[in-house]
């Protein structure tokens, strides 16, 4: 898995009072350019005819490093502080570097934004109190260049196939499907609700996983819980994936078999490694990685791993239970936000159902719409209907993993629940067929008509 475009885009950001400036600006980074694959962007690009704000607001949210040309001009200007603001948010969601460059004596260190961050020149020097101009500018070159040849080292980071088949591997249901000979994660996840708790460990409101990503700069720490089968596993797959695409760096660490025992940081150092191809993880940003601990419940040292990794700001953990962690060091888990996956509403189901329903091994496959309707229905019948009984009974929650083998069996024995067996024993059923399938059983080879004891 790679990133979409390697090219690294900069966004000038200035007030046209010191266009003199940018020109400057743009002549001393040409060596720059000859070096890397970078590229300036400043609204004197716009070409006659194009949308003004339009054109603005695509380079500027497209941008990987946004320098701000600090002013009087620049600071009185709607428009540039607007600007300032939006790069601020850029940086905190997806790791878009602010340059501010100084080129007056101007009241910037009074502005709260702009005084926590490093500018250019070295130490803040406005770039007209120089005695001479070039070697101002020599000096943000250098630092233009550092940030621009980190930039570039996240830009060509890439995920080993290996790795990247597992971040798509969905386990016994990869084979469940009637139409499709590999179900990927990308083509049936659906982004599940979540119940977000207090530091009273009270519950507070649903949060779609969507929208944690979106926020998940503001968090930070984050504890996801889930009972079994509830996809905690298949959501971390997901959150490294959407990470990745967000410049992070996700670093995924899962250990049921040895209980997370040695080193936490050496486990992380080996599965940067696999999961990325390098051993050179000192070269990355640091801020810009997020460790995820999958299965951490299984973990004996838990207090002692949660220290080893306070230098990494941004981690995920996934247990079993979120009220279930008794830590002598409350501080450690303190800082985390608490999440508890929740069971699939009946809109979430439908999202999956049509999800499933479309899934097809034929390319442009000419599919009569009413027969698909007609397909999510009885889909969405047999699940509601027939399964209905059992969601919220403790037998079969209403998670991704359950509703697609009872809706991938159905469809497999062309027949509906055997009502001489109980739910419990469908369920077994259910899984028994994926299970076969997953292991290259064909369907006609399935003896359907074997019978399950019945369970009590």
Known sequence: MTKSNTNLNLFLSYSHIDEEHIEEFIKHIA???N??????????????GQDFNSEINKNLYSADIIVLFISANFLASSACLEEKK????LNKKIGAKVCPIIL????????????SILALPTDGKPITEFDKPSAAWNNVYGSVKKVAEQGVLMKKIEICEEFSSFLQHTDLLSKAHSQKTAVLLKDIFVHPELSKYDNLKEYEKKIN????????????????????????????KQLFIDLFKNNYIPVYLSDKSLNFSGKIENRVLNSFQE??????????DKSRFVIILDDFHFAQKKEKHLQSLSEYKQIIIIVDDIFNLNFKNEKLIDSFTYFKIEEFSPSLR???????AHLTDTENAQICPNSIYQKIDSSTELVNAT??????????????FFILSVISTYEAFSTPLDQEITSQGYCYQALIYMYLRKHGVKNDEVDTYTAIPETT
């Open 35 to 48: 070096i890397l694959p970078i590229e300036e962007w400043y609204d004197r690009k716009i070409i006659p």
């Open 275 to 284: 999961q990325y191809g390098t051993k050179d993880i000192e070269k990355y």
């Open 86 to 89: 939006i790069a601020l948010e």
């Open 209 to 236: 996983t969507l929208e944690l990503m979106d926020k998940f700069h503001h968090y930070s720490k984050i504890l996801i819980a889930g009972e079994n089968q509830s996809g905690k596993t298949t959501l971390c």
């Open 387 to 400: 399964l209905g009984k059992m969601f919220g009974n403790g037998i079969m929650p209403a998670h991704p």
């Open 104 to 115: 007056e004596s101007c009241g910037w260190l009074d502005d709260p934004d702009l005084c």
């Open 350 to 356: 439908n999202e999956l159902i049509t999800k499933w």
């Open 31 to 33: 060596p720059l350019k």
